[in-house]
């Protein structure tokens, strides 16, 4: 090959980055073969509590008996650590450069940019592809063993971060859509509905947090409105999974780093989040459609 022929040192560079990420991307299908189902929970804005129904869901499916795992792909907001009673826990690797999961309540493995950051308040700086980059990395080399589930807690949009891991997870079993049931919020969770289905991203169904609240007597109140969640399910022709109360205690337990689920098993939120882990079982497993 003459000199003219030669290619280009920045084009080497290119190639060779391109080939990396191939090769990763089948680092990460290797990686999550022992994990039999992969959901990612998602919603079109923040706010709506979705690390909140991400960590519960993940308590009341391993309290059903499940082996179950989360990974916290919000690289520049990780709440999932805290919400899940880990947070200070040191992330740990092998020397063959995996990492290794903190282990939560239940025996939850979690992992999260959170638990890798010296403090709390350090604040994650990164351009786009950084952000990706490290969600491949999480993906690729998690040392999750074998799983039931594996909770995929996405940040809230429809950006890089959560086409990354639509495209990445080949075979990923759905997705989940939390909302709050308001008008604004309606039209958030159309767009939701529709990233995921013009990723080819099955939608196992809608959640609808915040609800109502229910009084000592009985009563229920409507807060935030009511029926916005079943309305957008119905006119999307996706699946209704269910409405989680207002309770003041979330809000304590999460500021306290106590997991709410399992410090209040008995509340009204948490036997509907046992009912909706349920639900999630029969859909994803086959026994019901």
């Known amino acids: 090959m003459s000199s003219q022929q030669k290619v280009?040192?920045?084009?080497?560079a290119r190639i060779e980055a391109i080939k990396?990420?191939?090769e990763?991307?089948?680092?990460?299908?290797?990686?999550?073969?022992?994990?039999?189902?992969?959901?990612a929970i998602l919603s079109g804005k923040g706010g709506v509590g979705k690390s909140f129904v991400t960590a519960s869901?993940?308590?009341?499916?391993?309290?059903l008996g499940k082996q179950v795992g989360v990974l916290d792909a919000d690289i520049y907001g990780p709440s999932i650590p805290k919400m899940m009673g880990v947070a200070g826990q040191p992330v740990m690797g092998t020397p063959d450069g995996r990492i290794i999961p903190v282990v939560a309540p239940l025996g939850v493995k979690v992992l999260s940019?959170?638990?890798?950051?010296?403090?709390?308040d350090t604040p994650v700086i990164w351009r786009g592809p950084m952000s990706t980059s490290a969600i491949r990395e999480m993906l690729a080399y998690a040392d999750w063993g074998e799983l039931d589930y594996l909770l995929i807690d996405l940040p809230p949009?429809?950006?890089?971060?959560?086409?990354?891991?639509?495209?990445l997870i080949k075979d990923l079993t759905g997705t989940i859509i939390v909302t709050i049931p308001?008008?604004?919020?309606?039209?958030?969770?159309?767009?939701?509905i529709n990233f995921a289905r013009k990723l080819n991203a099955p939608i196992l169904g809608i959640i609808e947090n915040m609800s109502y609240f229910t009084c000592p007597d009985g009563t229920k109140h409507y807060i935030f409105g009511q029926g916005a969640g079943k309305k957008i399910a119905e006119k999307y022709n996706v699946r209704f999974l269910g409405e989680i109360p207002i309770d003041?205690?979330?809000?304590?337990?999460?500021?306290a780093g106590e997991p709410f689920f399992v410090k209040y098993p008995d509340s009204e939120a948490a036997k509907v989040l046992l009912e909706l882990a349920q639900k999630i079982i029969e859909i994803v497993e086959g026994k019901t459609q």
Do not use: H
């Open 20 to 22: 990396r990420i191939r």
């Open 248 to 255: 003041p205690r979330i809000s304590r337990a999460n500021d």
């Open 113 to 120: 940019i959170g638990v890798m950051l010296p403090s709390e």
């Open 57 to 63: 869901l993940a308590f009341a499916l391993a309290y």
């Open 8 to 12: 280009p040192p920045e084009v080497k």
């Open 182 to 192: 308001s008008d604004v919020s309606r039209v958030v969770v159309a767009k939701a």
């Open 157 to 167: 949009g429809t950006g890089d971060e959560q086409l990354t891991i639509l495209q």
């Open 24 to 39: 990763q991307e089948e680092q990460v299908r290797k990686n999550l073969e022992k994990i039999k189902y992969k959901i």
